[in-house]
């Protein structure tokens, strides 16, 4: 008896490590499977202050925590925050009804009550938004009862609801996280409504993205994204390739972290899907035409710039056909920019004669032209996170060095050209429009004073007459009046050669081959995270 009862108690320990076993290889697989529903980007920067009402933070992360009234799509604006809206006839009231049932991260409700804090947060800072025509116009912000409040305006505008759909600044954060009432002297958290919650962020390292399980549209099936810091180029690419992160995305200054041969090799490994939106924004070169006394100052040395650019070269080289050669601002394809104007093929002779008709003259055995005994040399300032940029500033530079005009190349990080773009210490400088949902409104706003690209536009020729039109499009109830400023607009900004177009880019994402649902929405700064999933 006690022979047969050891036996069977051995058989019953057996068994039970043998069920050990497979509950382990069990776990094992539950959390190789979990981790494969996890999402980890590279990113070239930290995501930075996070509040949505100032300009820190980074877009694609701020357009998972927060959002707007209103989407922007395709087939025009959509609601989002706001079910519905009525117009008033003389295009000065706009009345929201809202969502129900809508919370913050923090569990606080969505409500008019926070729909007003928040407008009237981002109002309080008025000068850092100028360029956003909007936020120069609302009169009052009104609560009608706890799912409706009326924005009233100084006048009608046009890209209101446009507007309203950016990443930011009109987003809503939890009143909870406002300090002394607002949010100009910073937020405590950042706890929005979007799809996902920040829930965890170590400076200049990484940032955990959680799925909001009670999320209005439905939870998430990519339960977690995770934003790491990362050099550009050799660095990313072999995490990639090590599984340290599985996803990439053309950032919100629309730089790719890899160049397109890494990408087409990661491709070919058969692991990863590359895929591409269509035409987004322009990549450009922005020079400084206010800045007398420097030859940038000169609407001829611009033009001869502008003819020395072998943007086929660029695009098929460079970019390896990804992006589409620009020859002006903004591509036909974008509201009111189907204009006819004066065409600048590649044409290094035209832009010698130019240089030589504006007394700009290359001395036998000279190098570099020289004028009235200044030099033609100027700086171009380029990201220096972005491998495309510095190989198209070096094939650029090596050019117009054939014409006699010496550049000097200086990469920095984008804080600081976004500084030297606001101060206007730049001779020339990358840069590209803002994108589809932006432009032209958005982009051409910002030409004015006190706006990012003033002193692109301050040195030009009637940039009163500019400023001028640019007030009245905006305000403008007439789409034929619209379409008649805007050419003139593009033309003035086209003849003065102040915007040198390059390239046509689009937003493309590098991603495992199991994820599915990959799309784009109608701008370069976010992604749907909410509708992709795994196979």
Request: overall charge negative; proline content about 3%; hydrophobic content about 35%.
């Amino acid at each position: 008896m006690k022979l047969r009862q050891k036996g069977f108690t051995a058989l019953l320990l057996a068994a039970m490590i043998g069920l050990a076993g497979c509950s382990s290889n069990d776990d094992g697989e539950t959390e190789t499977k979990k981790q494969d529903q996890e999402l980890v980007y590279a990113a070239a920067k930290d995501i930075n202050d996070m509040n949505p009402h100032l300009y820190q933070g980074s877009m694609p992360a701020q357009g998972m925590v927060y959002e707007s009234l209103v989407e922007n799509t395709e087939e025009g604006i959509k609601p989002l925050l706001a079910e519905s809206w009525e117009i008033s006839e003389d295009g000065k009231v706009y009345k929201f009804h809202l969502r129900k049932h809508v919370m913050f991260h923090d569990g606080k409700p969505f409500n008019a009550e926070a729909v007003k804090k928040n407008i009237e947060a981002v109002l309080q800072e008025g000068k850092k938004h100028s360029w956003i025509k909007l936020s120069t116009k609302i009169k009052s912000v009104n609560v009608i009862d706890e799912h409706t409040v009326e924005l009233v305006l100084s006048e009608a505008y046009y890209p209101a609801l446009l507007e309203l759909s950016m990443t930011r600044p009109f987003v809503f954060l939890s009143p909870d996280n406002f300090k002394n009432g607002s949010t100009k002297d910073g937020v405590n958290g950042y706890n929005g409504t979007g799809p996902y919650k920040l829930v965890e962020h170590k400076t200049d390292q990484y940032a955990v993205f959680e799925a909001n399980e009670t999320y209005w549209g439905g939870a998430p099936k990519v339960k977690k994204i995770t934003s790491k810091v990362l050099p550009a180029g050799e660095t990313t690419l072999l995490a990639l390739q090590k599984g340290e992160v599985n996803f990439l995305f053309t950032d919100d200054r629309g730089t790719d972290s890899i160049d397109v041969e890494a990408m087409n090799q990661l491709a070919e490994s058969g692991d990863f899907q590359i895929i591409r939106s269509k035409a987004m924004n322009t990549k450009m070169i922005v020079a400084n035409s206010s800045k007398k006394d420097h030859p940038v100052h000169e609407t001829a040395v611009r033009e001869a710039i502008w003819y020395s650019i072998d943007r086929e070269t660029i695009s098929k080289q460079i970019f390896n056909g990804t992006e589409t050669a620009a020859n002006t601002l903004f591509s036909s394809n974008v509201n009111y920019a189907d204009v006819e104007l004066k065409e600048r093929a590649f044409d290094l002779e035209k832009a010698k004669k130019i240089l030589e008709e504006a007394g700009w003259k290359l001395e036998q055995g000279g190098k570099v032209r020289s004028k009235a005994g200044a030099s033609l040399a100027m700086k171009m300032y380029y990201d220096v996170n972005s491998t495309s940029q510095k190989t198209q500033a070096e094939f650029i530079q090596s050019t117009l060095a054939s014409i006699g005009v010496e550049v000097q190349l200086i990469g920095e990080e984008w804080s600081s050209l976004v500084n030297r773009r606001t101060t206007g210490d730049y001779d020339l400088m990358f840069n590209q429009t803002w994108g589809l949902a932006y432009d032209p409104q958005s982009t051409i706003a910002a030409f004015t004073p006190d706006s990012p690209y003033h002193h692109t536009t301050r040195g030009m020729a009637k940039s009163a007459d500019l400023y001028r039109n640019i007030d009245e499009v905006m305000v403008s109830k007439d789409e034929e009046t619209r379409k008649s400023l805007y050419k003139d607009i593009l033309t003035m900004v086209h003849d003065q050669a102040v915007f040198i177009p390059i390239t046509n880019g689009s937003v493309t994402v590098v991603a495992p081959k199991s994820l599915k649902g990959i799309s784009f929405k109608q701008t370069q700064f976010e992604l749907p995270f909410e509708q992709m999933h795994f196979e």
